[in-house]
């Protein structure tokens, strides 16, 4: 571990400060000599001077490296060093080509970081996203640089016997003292953060395939011994996702062989290196037995979104880090598309696309109104990896769909097209991707609102709609109007108006979808318009309107935006009970259930028995039994809105208020339909043999939440027969989908038998380190009775399966706690906050990535409510003293007390 500087002024990184680099390095080769303890790598470069810039030193990155040796053409040469910066001077004033060799080594076994190249389980691997290929050489680490790269491995045979890196394998032999080589040939150019390397003892699944054009690929994922069989569906996967982009996007695989590796020790998701994507093992292994429909349906997403890197983001990358969500939020928009176009009907994607929408609402719009709030390409960071967030990810995904839903799904290929035509083999920026799409199609409404729509691209902050409608009888007219606002937000204090895309329907009194015809129009269309709305506030005419319709509003989420739709609980209920658009009627019935919640949590004295009322179960009710509606849509509309959520809705936070409120809402509507649980259960629980379609994981999801429901109501009423059903099905269960929701009926619950049912679990899957992640957050995240969780987490500290240094590890029970448990952790007596601080500075010294990310469990800080708020700011604070902190935790913080 390197020491750090001192507390000192922290390195602003802007964006508006970028200049083309000084250098270009054409060609790269490396050779490793892979060793645990000190890895030899020997990197021999060809340079040359980029003209069309001031002449400057060649200033290589580098970081924990150790230099042995700098050779200049072949000869000796001068250098220094400028921090960890190696700083040559005296080169070529020309064009021409030069050669450098730099030898260097590094320990991967002290690499507890998993940046640059580290060991996992005895294992050789490498993450280079962002910064971390300075980890490795000496370099011009900057998505700018392009360079080709052939590399070659030397290892021990019997420890190490796969090498794989980039490209091709076009040699391997042995060596003297039981070692071996291979090397590989990258046919494409690359910039530094996507290469790879992986070096062990695994074993690979294997597929050919043949493409649309006749041409065979390779396609391989690799696991340690032991987890082959797990590791089909990541392969089906993949083969599913060769064949949708070739057929949505016209995108072919331009690789021989496409390579997946997965390991138990990754600070993120997954990597998209080039031809060698690397897993966190999280998102490659599953069989029915180990994995539940939530991870399979993880699994084929992550699987297709590095997948879809390959053209967006490594065919065309990035000029600078400040266009990160180029590639990210255009690759989340396409696996998300990706596992839309997998469903079978209209009913599963609008699932999908719920189940997105509440992650950016849940997760994304907290960080828009917090203190790390900035816009999809950010003007500026201390760390940047700091900006893998929801905002870049899934906010950024949102803009690229509306761009999609502004020049239609034909119009959008072509752009996609136009922008592959322009710059394939570039790296380039957010402004070079709109301007393609918007040039495909020069009359659609992004191209006429470009300049004003790339707003979203450059302010932060979630904007507010606001709609009201106004009927006129007389004129049989209806005229709805559109407002918008936005909050100032860190940095950005006034906003401009955005193009916000309004899809919309009008519902007449029998629930059927109006035919409308706006003012000035010679003839009404059916269904569901497109309204673009670009000024602060605007008028819609409708006409011919023979009553007062109910007006849809965003229907399919259309835009990343709050609504305020003025609707009274009438329509909302018409709209649940009739909306054409499934999206819309989740929405709906979210919305009664936030009146609600916010009402109770608002209202005076202890929260009260009973806060959902007649109509309001009467609706759920019909949803739950209704005839022909989907399980996994009835599951989501079920599902009370979180208690984050809840918290967005309130200026002032009160968690233990909100957790209160919420439980009781779920008790109520637990014994309320207790009759239509059990049916439910009853209905949806056997489903034959195990398959994770969205269908039969729908009524997996069902079956789960009425079980729990049904445990919720016995525990009230004191009944021993549910949590009796559900601990026998925990042990029968055929699946781990079935298997783990009887068990987390039973915690959830609280029921007694939760203790054996845990043990038992922990025995019979002790050898899986996957579900003994789900095993602590199960616990770490149950709801707090009395305060008994944190207690129960600091003993989970102290299993002997916990390991701080495994990010998947340190997440079960770290975060599941301080990030997905708001009433355990949030606590009067500041004892979450002091569990947090520890937390933070024990991670920052092994993890900073991890480490900054736990650390924006405070991010909301200034909403809570006293006690919590001066608790939770005297956390914050203790964490800023520290002298030593990462770059990484010491930016969240500082801006959490901005
Ligand atoms: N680029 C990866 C992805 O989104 C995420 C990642 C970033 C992984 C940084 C590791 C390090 O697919
Ligand atoms: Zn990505």
Redesign the pocket.
Known sequence: MQLREAAGPAMVIRREDYTPPPFWIDRIELTFDLDPTKTRVLNKMSLRRNTEVPAQPLRLDGEDLNLARVVLNGGGCSFKMDGEALVLGNLPEGPEPFELEIFTTCSPEKNTQLSGLYLSQGDFFT?C??EGFRRITYFLDRPDVMASYTVTLRADKDKYPVLLSNGNLVEQGELADNRHFAKWVDPHRKPSYLFALVAGRLISREQRILTRSGKEHLLQVYVRPGDMDKTEHAMNSLIASVVWDEARFGLPLDLERFMIVATSDF??????NKGLNIFNTKYVLANSATATDTDFANIESVVG??YF?NWTGNRITCRDWFQLSLK?GLTVFRDQEFSMDLCADASARAVKRIEDVRVLRTMQFPEDAGPMAHPVRPDQYVEINNF?TVTVYEKGAEVVRMMQTLVGREGFRQGMDLYFQRHDGQAVTCDDFAQAIADADPDSALARHLPQFKRWYSQSGTPRLQASGRYDAAERRYTLTLSQSCPATPGQSEKQPFVIPVALGLLDAQGQDLALRLQGEAQASGGTRLLVLTQASESFVFEDIDAEPVPSLLRGFSAPVIVDNGLTDDQLLHLLAHDSDAFNRWEAGQQLALRRAVQAVRAEGSVGAAPLDEAFIGAMRAVLCHPTLDAALKELVLTLPAETYIAEQLDVVDPQRIHAVRETMREQLAGALQADWAWAYEQHKDNGAYRPDPVSSGRRALAGMALTMLCIAARDTGDAVWPGKAYQRFKDAGNMTDRFNALSALVVSGQPLARDALARFHAMFQDEALVIDKWFALQAGAPDRGGNVLPAVRQLMTHPDFNLKNPNRARSVIFSFCSANPAGFHRSDAAGYVFWSERVLELDAINPQVAARLARALDRWKKLAEPYRSAAREAIARVAAKSDLSADVREVVTRALA
């Open positions: 993450q996203e962002a600070n993120m998701g997954a990597m998209e979104h590095e890197h990210e893998y």
